[in-house]
């Protein structure tokens, strides 16, 4: 396992988020996120969104290579009748040349600490079903499938399943 170091996201790390996030859209295939971000965006979605737990991030000598935010679900959110008001929803990105090294369990480690401390009962994790990668991950974790959202499309119009994860926390 690769060492790094996890901390709390800033505002100040948007612009480094931004470009990581920027570099796994190009590459494409393990994001349902198609377009480009900039800072701005980067703070509103995964650093201080509404209704954010937390945004954790992984360094390596200083080098940001990882991230993973937290955010209850909206009880505005079309489908919200099918969960509970104390589920929260997880994003996870890790740089490509970073992937397979621990950075992710790392970050999991943290965020679950601090679902936890939030009182959140579960957490769903939603992954574009030709995500092998993320899929692989989330099992390892411990999410088990409960749900395949089929021919969902991307902001482009590509028809894609996305398979919903989840993990319960509390008893």
């Given at each position: 396992m690769t060492v790094c170091f996890i901390r709390d996201a800033t505002l100040e790390d948007?612009?480094?988020l931004t470009l990581l996030i920027n570099r796994i859209i190009l590459i494409g295939g393990t994001t349902a996120?198609?377009?480009?971000?900039?800072?701005e965006r980067m703070q509103d979605i995964y650093i201080k969104p509404t209704l954010g737990i937390s945004c954790v991030i992984a360094e390596?000598?200083?080098?940001?290579?990882?991230?993973?935010?937290?955010?209850?679900?909206?009880?505005?959110?079309?489908?919200?009748?099918?969960?509970?008001t104390d589920w929260a929803f997880i994003?996870?990105?890790?740089?490509?040349?970073n992937l397979g090294k621990g950075i992710g369990k790392?970050?999991?480690?943290?965020?679950?600490q601090r679902a936890l401390s939030?009182?959140?009962n579960t957490i769903d994790?939603?992954?574009?079903?030709?995500?092998?990668?993320?899929?692989?991950?989330?099992t390892r974790l411990g999410f088990i499938e409960y749900d395949r959202i089929s021919a969902s499309p991307l902001s482009d119009g590509t028809l894609?399943?996305?398979?919903?994860k989840k993990m319960h926390l509390l008893p």
């Open positions: 948007a612009a480094a996120h198609l377009s480009h971000f900039d800072a390596i000598k200083g080098h940001i290579v990882g991230f993973q935010s937290l955010e209850w679900s909206d009880p505005e959110w079309a489908g919200a009748d099918r969960i509970g994003a996870s990105f890790v740089a490509p040349d790392r970050l999991f480690e943290h965020t679950k939030a009182s959140v994790a939603t992954i574009r079903a030709d995500n092998e990668s993320g899929l692989r991950y989330y894609i399943d996305r398979i919903r």
